[in-house]
């Protein structure tokens, strides 16, 4: 799952997110306490910020006000995203991997429909 992660956060879409503003020790705290960990974390890279906001949403962490219009953005991407890698995945064949990403796919569609 941290590869997929990985690969998603990664995405060009989330080079738009808001640049931090004065919230980096917020956002630095969300970055390390994560179940996947990422070496040498980069505060200010928007990559960095969509993989902690994305991995708060799995474990249900509280992200703040300030932060929450930011991973409803990442996850509205995410559901677009997920379902892209969904078909290419699949159409190459790996199995466990399209189960994966299907997975994924799931835990984020929950959360955009149940209204949070």
Known sequence: MKGLLKILASAPEYAQLPIPSGDEDVERRLINYQRFSLKNPRCIDLHVKANALLQAHFSRQYV?????????????????????????ISSNGWLNLALLAMEVSQMVTQYLYMGA
């Open 64 to 88: 703040g006000w300030n932060l929450a219009l930011d991973q409803w953005e990442v996850l509205l991407s995410a559901s677009r995203l997920l379902q892209a890698m969904v078909d290419v």
